[in-house]
């Protein structure tokens, strides 16, 4: 059976439709926050953070702990909601420009959720095991946890299932399969937060050094590389972008959105990659 293509007359779209602001924006907000608490944790720290047992620490850190994660419990439903509430009901008639302008927005969105996963699983996570070489923990909820674990983990965790809400509530590529390596891409990252779990019990009940190499980080290690199925994400995804901009640029053919719903499987032949 022949696949069903579209031919379109060449329409150059408006440059703006592609543009770079909205991940530089999001960058900039996301790295200029994490700047701000990196001061805050340079100011309060050592001389509000040592003793659990002060009120200082429940004042400038245990107040700080309940107070994130109520507000990213909200963020999370709520960007969750929002993306489902005004998911695309007609997307087997989507337009080229338009399928090709998502395309676009979700390689921003993966873009600031990678920029959240290096602050979160690297550079804080690297501050944390300096802090628990240098200080001797009395809780659980320590300084260097507090922004570690319960901010910059969760936040990078909405970033990543928006994004991938985004690709399912708006793609047609995405929206009647499951893709593997999108879902390795979110969810292992993701696992490193419930991990957390396993790593509190550890330090609990034995003393070791805060290396990544202990057993008891691996998990942290594993997941982490997880994100490297960004790979097959964009392998995924590369076909169809270069069969819609073919299309738009230069008038050519491509599949329907709604063939590529029924067989999300044929847009992603590197074939369509061909001059």
């Not at 047992?53 to 909200?74: F, G, H, R, V």
Request: with cysteine; charged share 15%.
């Amino acid at each position: 059976m022949a696949q069903a293509t579209t031919a379109t007359t060449i329409a150059i779209p408006e440059r703006s439709l592609f543009s770079w602001n909205r991940m530089w924006l999001g960058i900039g907000l996301l790295s200029g926050w994490y700047i701000l608490v990196n001061l805050y944790e340079r100011a309060f720290a050592f001389t509000k953070g040592l003793d659990y047992t002060s009120p200082e620490y429940q004042t400038y850190w245990m107040n700080l702990l309940i107070a994130e994660l109520a507000l990213e419990a909200l963020a999370f439903i709520a960007v969750c909601t929002w993306l489902w509430v005004t998911r695309d009901r007609n997307l087997e008639n989507i337009s080229p420009v338009e399928e090709l302008r998502r395309y676009w927005n979700l390689g921003l969105f993966i873009v600031v959720y990678t920029v959240g996963l290096y602050w979160g699983a690297s550079y804080f996570t690297e501050q944390d095991g300096t802090w628990h070489q240098t200080v001797i923990r009395d809780t659980d909820f320590t300084p260097s946890h507090i922004i570690e674990f319960y901010q910059s983990y969760p936040i990078y965790i909405i970033l990543g299932v928006g994004s991938f809400m985004y690709a399912i509530t708006r793609l047609p590529m995405f929206a009647r399969s499951f893709s593997i390596p999108y879902a390795v891409l979110v969810g292992s990252p993701l696992m490193i937060f419930p991990n957390v779990g396993l790593n509190e019990f550890g330090h609990t009940r034995w003393f070791m050094e805060e290396l990544f190499v202990a057993p008891l980080h691996w998990g942290f290690v594993a997941f982490g590389w997880g994100a490297l199925a960004i790979m097959g994400v964009w392998l995924q995804a590369c076909p169809r972008v270069y069969e819609l901009i073919k299309q738009v640029y230069l008038g050519k053919t491509a599949t329907s959105p709604l063939k590529v719903m029924e067989e999300p499987e044929k847009s992603v032949d590197p074939a369509y990659c061909e001059v």
